[in-house]
């Protein structure tokens, strides 16, 4: 029988890489197999896994329940998609029983993922998500949006959308410290909150630092 989170790694990783390679249109050639320039969508999934295993136990979520939604929430999600209906939660959730079919993750436990995966949609709550497993990969998603990997992810991905500029990923940044706020703010569990806060002051702190050495140089030096 194979093992649950070998299934659900190689399911994002087949969908992620195939899409990335389609989006970027160019390629590196790596031990003779091509791979993305970055692939973003199994990047921003490992660090939402990463965030699901410190978040769950402190909650006393289900661990098995919230990584696994945690691997699989995007797995339908594909780059530049955002002029269609976005319908990427139903169509994972969809997918989850096929993904998990003969490996060892419990049966049983496959409703709870889906929920999880179908309600982790939106930068904003108007109230605490429920069960507790549904509101972890909400916060852990979100988490990912905020601190240091995220300004790694957001950087990589930020030239295959449009030509880059160190003024417009700062302008594009600042933008989303806006948003980034609503996220702190909603976030279901203490322990994420917690986190958001710190992890938002980092951001802001890099914008503003950013900020001062693109439009005022003397006043860095100075600083
Ligand atoms: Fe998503
Ligand atoms: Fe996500």
Same mark, same amino acid.
């Given at each position: 029988m194979r093992a649950w989170r070998e299934a659900c790694e190689a399911a994002i990783r087949a969908s992620s890489a195939a899409d990335a390679l389609r989006f970027w249109r160019i390629s590196h050639e790596v031990g003779g197999c091509q791979e993305p320039v970055f692939d973003y969508r199994f990047e921003h999934t490992l660090a939402v896994v990463k965030v699901a295993r410190w978040l769950a136990p402190q909650v006393e979520a289900d661990p098995e329940v919230v990584e696994c939604a945690a691997w699989l929430h995007d797995v339908r999600k594909y780059l530049?998609?955002?002029? =269609?209906?976005?319908?990427h939660a139903e169509a994972a959730s969809a997918a989850v029983e096929e993904i998990l079919a =003969?490996?060892?993750?419990?049966?049983?436990?496959i409703p709870a993922v889906r929920h999880a995966i179908e309600h982790?949609? =939106? &930068?904003? &709550?108007t109230k605490r998500l429920k069960p507790i497993e549904t509101a972890c990969l909400w916060d852990a998603d979100k988490l990912s949006k905020l601190g240091a990997a995220s300004l790694v992810h957001f950087t990589s991905i930020s030239g295959a959308f449009q030509p880059t500029t160190t003024e417009r990923i700062l302008e594009r940044g600042e933008a989303w410290l806006q948003l980034a706020q609503g996220i702190v703010k909603s976030m279901n569990t203490k322990a994420a909150r917690k986190e958001a806060k710190r992890r938002f002051a980092f951001i802001s702190n890099h914008y503003r630092q950013l900020r001062r050495e693109w439009s005022d140089p003397m006043k860095t030096s100075q600083a």
């Open positions: 530049k998609d955002a002029q =269609g209906k976005d319908a =003969g490996s060892d993750f419990p049966r049983e436990k982790h949609v =939106g &930068l904003k &709550l």
